[in-house]
């Protein structure tokens, strides 16, 4: 796929990649995250007056969400919420569905992994595959737009 096709999958409204299921709001998923950035996340929340060098790491092939203290720096640790939950980047949404041996999965580490039905599986499959492809020209994508 190329960047015009991934952009315009990911370009509508965020809350379509949202996984329906239990979530225990327990905030693992944001203690010591390892979450890739896509060019869409980078923009919102470059809209939304962040700096770059706040909340990514530009350290590696891929663009991550920064850690402060070992949890992602939109996490509340007090509330163990996340800061910007109504913009919160697509692969929050996604997960806990993952890529692992070439096949999409709910991360086990969640605690509400189970709740996640075959069908809801089966309706982001597609994204998850085509988050994996965007993540992977996030860094060419800041380089073109001088970001870094
Ligand atoms: S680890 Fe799972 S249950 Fe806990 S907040 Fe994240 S998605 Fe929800
Ligand atoms: S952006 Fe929000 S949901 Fe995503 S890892 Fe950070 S605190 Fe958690």
Redesign the pocket.
Known sequence: MNLDTLWNIFSGDPRFFE?K??????????IGTEMELLPVDIERLLRLGYRLTHFARIDSDFIKLRCVDNHCVFFDEKTRTCKIYEHRPIGCRL??LQLSDNDVVP?P?????ATISKREIERLRPYVYAFVEFAKITRLWLKLRGLI
Do not use: H, K, N, S
């Open positions: 996984v299921m239990e979530c225990r709001r327990c905030g693992r998923c944001c997960y806990p991360d580490e969640c605690p509400a992994a």
